[in-house]
């Protein structure tokens, strides 16, 4: 963390390639117990960073179900994190577990049988997330959902600006 509270920016391995990471807004570490305070934590940051009142409960659905598969199904005895940054009028949840699989066709594409009471999580991600990226190797599972928000607008009664601790103004 630098002396003004951000993060500085990271590299991150993708194959041969070095990429920049983005930069982190807010990030979590969590386990099964913790799913309760990943939605509280997902909520106040969604809010603040211009996810729409209206489409919280899709947005909480969307982080919830992959937030679940992470502690639920990647390595189990490790947490897993939660990182949220906006981006282009965007704002990207990226969750990361320790977890490998190789999923013989893109998760989440096929909606779920009749009557399933299992195995909809990524699909229901999918439909309500403006888009969504999977990646899996040696590290583990890494899943980015994006979604639109509203540009310079801030949703929360009295929500931070990020990167600061001041409030945002209130408008009357």
């Not at 390639?17 to 099964?32: D, G, N, S, T, Y």
């Not at 940054?85 to 990207?92: D, H, M, Q, T």
């Amino acid at each position: 963390m630098n002396e003004d509270g951000t993060r500085p920016g990271r590299l991150q391995a993708d194959g041969d390639r070095r990429l920049r990471a983005r930069p982190v807004a807010a990030e979590i570490a969590f386990c099964l117990p913790d799913l309760p305070d990943v939605r509280d934590f997902a909520a106040a940051h969604g809010l603040r960073s211009g996810i729409a009142p209206e489409q919280l409960a899709d947005f909480l659905v969307a982080v919830n179900e992959v937030a679940t598969n992470a502690v639920t199904h990647g390595h189990t005895s490790a947490k897993a994190m939660l990182r949220m940054w906006v981006e282009n009028g965007f704002l990207s949840v990226e969750i990361r577990d320790e977890g490998r699989w190789n999923p013989a066709a893109p998760p989440g594409e096929t909606p779920p049988a009749p009557y399933a009471t299992s195995g909809m999580g990524l699909w229901v991600a999918r439909m309500v997330s403006s888009d969504i990226a999977f990646r899996t190797g040696p590290e583990g599972t890494v899943i980015t959902m994006r979604f639109a928000v509203t540009a310079g607008e801030s949703h929360g009664a009295n929500s931070e600006r990020p990167g600061t601790a001041e409030p945002r103004p209130r408008r009357n």
